[in-house]
Nanobody, 128 residues
Framework: VQLQASGGGSVQPGGSLRLSCATS????????VGWFRQAPGKGREGVSC????????YYADSVRGRFTISKDNAKNIVYPQMNNLEPEDTAVYYC??????????????????????WGQGTQVTVSS
């Protein structure tokens, strides 16, 4: 199982970025994929998740309405589209999957402990 996040960069407040999580070693349509972020001096927090089928999505309250997660099973890539970015969104962003592929319950989509495999992160900086 391999995950690689990319697409980070520096943007001004109100700007947009689309991150990517390239996956390999497993079949993406059999796995739930979560996104997390870690700001300087803070713990890692759940941001978003998309179910294996793509029919269920989760967003943290802090990003709901601004972030949209999607996936391309044929390309094995998950895309969080981040709009109207705020300085508080500055963090390293990571994608992750659970060992079993499926999270036990929907409520665990944003839970750090529910995920087993992590990719290297990509830095997002929002600053004027």
């Amino acid at each position: 199982v391999q995950l690689q996040a990319s697409g980070g960069g520096s943007v001004q407040p109100g700007g947009s970025l689309r991150l990517s999580c390239a996956t390999s070693g497993f079949t993406l349509d059999e796995y739930d994929v979560g996104w997390f972020r870690q700001a300087p001096g803070k713990g890692r927090e759940g941001v978003s998740c998309i179910s294996s089928s793509g029919s269920i999505t989760y967003y943290a309250d802090s990003v709901r309405g601004r972030f949209t997660i999607s996936k391309d099973n044929a390309k094995n890539i998950v895309y969080p589209q981040m709009n109207n970015l705020e300085p508080e969104d500055t963090a390293v962003y990571y994608c992750a999957v659970p060992r079993s592929g499926r999270l036990p319950i929907v409520q665990s989509m944003g839970a750090l402990s529910a995920y087993d495999y992590w990719g290297q992160g990509t830095q997002v900086t929002v600053s004027s």
